[in-house]
Nanobody
Framework: QLQASGGGLVQAGDSLRLSCAASGRTGSSGRMAWFRQAPGKEREFVAT????????DYADFVKGRFTISRDNTRNTLYLQMSELKPEDTAVYYCAAVVSGSIRSDRSYGYWGQGTLVTVSS
């Protein structure tokens, strides 16, 4: 019900936009979010956005570089990433249907399959 796409191999300093198409229950979900998991590390919070898009929250390490947005007419969530760094290399997951802390992956009930972003130096 969540399909992430847009990952790829880019160079440091490049930009990339991830998309997450929602369907079913997640298509009309409220808050949505992006998380990421680097090799050998735990999954971590990246950004979240409210149902209307009026409220966003970011992890400190992406503030000023990443922008989360959504188009509810298309049931699609986006993550615009700029000034990418090698340490941004990870599988990026979109998530929906939250109950609890908006920064905790345990709070989200639906997950996309992930899309790999690789940033070379």
């Amino acid at each position: 019900q969540l399909q992430a796409s847009g990952g790829g191999l880019v160079q440091a300093g490049d930009s990339l936009r991830l998309s997450c198409a929602a369907s079913g229950r997640t298509g009309s979900s409220g808050r949505m979010a992006w998380f990421r998991q680097a090799p050998g590390k735990e999954r971590e919070f990246v950004a979240t956005i409210s149902r209307t898009g009026s409220t966003t929250d970011y992890a400190d390490f992406v503030k000023g570089r990443f922008t989360i947005s959504r188009d509810n007419t298309r049931n699609t969530l986006y993550l615009q990433m700029s000034e990418l760094k090698p340490e941004d290399t990870a599988v990026y997951y979109c998530a929906a249907v939250v109950s609890g802390s908006i920064r905790s992956d345990r709070s989200y009930g639906y997950w996309g399959q992930g899309t790999l972003v690789t940033v070379s130096s």
